[in-house]
């Protein structure tokens, strides 16, 4: 393979790799606020850039095994590995006839769509065969079901994190200038995050304005802000009185007294 094929497929694996990393980031927000529309979308678009990924590297049509045993090469991948999954490869291949198949073989048998929970919390007698899960995502077990096969999300994101950090390290070396630009930007990128939360903390300390700052405080909270300021006042005061008061005193008792 010469380098500037190599070079154009390894900047697609990396993009399929960021893909799937921003799908997996997505996936776990929604299931954290309860997102079903949100995950299984997420999901499906893991499915979709894992399987770009592993067709790439694993292709299963002879003609294309010489490029698959190249890219590997190049990356030190084993022929062996959690990606290099038929199922997984071929996953978007006919994917209209695919589903006619799921349709024609799961009739007159209790199907599900579009479901998260865990399926050990379905009742026995309700609970459908795993092959009749069009799409569902069960928490405990982390499988996501799509046209009747689990896939283990957990397994896929651990494959894709060993491929993308070797595609990343490839892509470094054949575009060493976007490597550098592209460091560059997220080091800016961190120091204004940076800048940007100190700024915040910055405007939240008190400042001359009057603030309301015993609002949402518990009643012994509000006691003590309102005690502070009363404790800060008498010390000023009284050295004020006692400085300026004995020594004049003293000097005109003395002088009245001679004469």
Known sequence: MDV????????????????????????????????????LYSAQNIL?????????????????RGRGEGLRSSLKLPEKHALNDRRLSELWEHSDQKTEDWINATKGKKIIFDLIMPLSQIPE???????????????????????????????????????GGRIVAAHRQLFPEQAAAEQKAIEEAQ??????????QSAEMP?????????????????????A???AAKKPAKKTEKKPAKKPAKKTVKKAAKK
Request: hydrophobic share 40%.
């Open 4 to 39: 500037n094929s190599l070079a154009i497929y390894i900047h697609e694996l990396r993009n399929q790799a960021h893909y799937a990393e921003g799908s997996f980031g997505l996936f776990n927000q929604s299931l954290q606020e309860g997102n079903t529309l949100g995950a």
């Open 48 to 64: 979709f850039a894992a399987s770009q990924i592993s067709c790439l590297l694993w292709p299963s049509r002879a003609r294309n």
């Open 125 to 163: 007698a309700d609970r459908p065969e795993d092959d009749c899960l069009y799409r569902a995502y069960d928490p405990d077990t982390k499988l996501f079901y799509f046209r009747g096969i689990a896939y283990n999300m957990s397994a896929i994101a651990n494959s894709i994190s060993d491929v």
């Open 191 to 200: 120091a204004a995050a940076a800048a940007q939360a100190n700024a915040a």
């Open 207 to 227: 400042v001359a304005a009057p603030i309301d700052i015993t609002g949402d405080m518990p009643a012994q909270e509000v006691e003590e802000v309102k005690k």
């Open 229 to 231: 300021p009363k404790k």
